[in-house]
Structure formats: structure tokens, C-alpha cells
């Protein structure tokens, strides 16, 4: 695979687009709608929340994780997950600016 040439473009269009990488599933968006109406760390209920098996669940909640969206604790024999408050704020306020930003305006073709 090719370079992607990321420092052609600003930091803020680089942070964007990798956060977007990061949700860019729904089952990735699924967990977060989840963990976001839960308000509180959730052990064990993702498997069956979102009706996929174990091992996929799993690699999604590795990719949240690695990009910090989401953090997660042992307790016991499972881990528990919630939301990164300090990184959703991140998130929040980057994807608020880019869609203020971007105004189209009448019909363009």
C-alpha cells in the first residue's frame, strides 16, 4: 500500500478523518449509542446487545480502545467498558467545527 501523504493536509483535517476512521462501522457506532445510553461501564452485555459473535465484538471494542474513544477495566474474568469523557469531548468538538465549517450553499449542480 502506498504512502498517504498525511502531512499534505492540517492536523485538524488529520485528526478528523482518523476519528472518523475509528467509528466508521456500525457496530462501532452501535457500541457507542450503547455505552452513551448507559451511561456506566457495561461488562458482558455487548455480545448480546448487538447480536455478533464474541471475536468480532471484540476486535471492534480493540479498535474504539485503540483509538481512545472508549476505556476499559478487568474486573474479574470480563472487561468492562464506558466511554472516554475527555476523548468523546474531543470527538464532539472536532466533528461540531467541521460541520459548522462546511455550509453548502443553494444547488450546486
Not at 488529520?14 to 457500541?31: E, F, G, L, S, V
Not at 476499559?72 to 476523548?87: D, H, L
Request: hydrophobic share 40%; aromatic share 8%.
Amino acid at each position: 500500500m502506498g504512502a498517504t501523504k498525511t502531512d499534505l493536509f492540517t492536523k485538524q483535517q488529520n485528526d478528523i478523518a482518523n476519528m472518523a476512521k475509528a467509528i466508521a462501522h456500525p457496530a462501532r457506532i452501535a457500541i457507542l449509542q450503547y455505552l452513551v445510553k448507559k451511561n456506566a461501564c457495561v461488562c458482558g452485555d455487548l455480545v448480546d446487545e448487538l447480536g455478533l459473535a464474541q471475536a468480532t465484538t471484540s476486535q471492534h471494542l480493540k479498535e474504539l480502545k485503540n483509538a481512545g474513544v472508549i476505556q476499559g477495566t478487568i474486573e474479574g474474568v470480563s472487561v468492562c467498558y464506558c466511554i472516554n469523557p475527555k476523548v468523546w469531548k474531543q470527538y464532539k468538538e472536532l466533528f461540531n467545527s467541521f460541520f459548522k465549517d462546511v455550509s453548502p450553499q443553494g444547488d450546486c449542480c
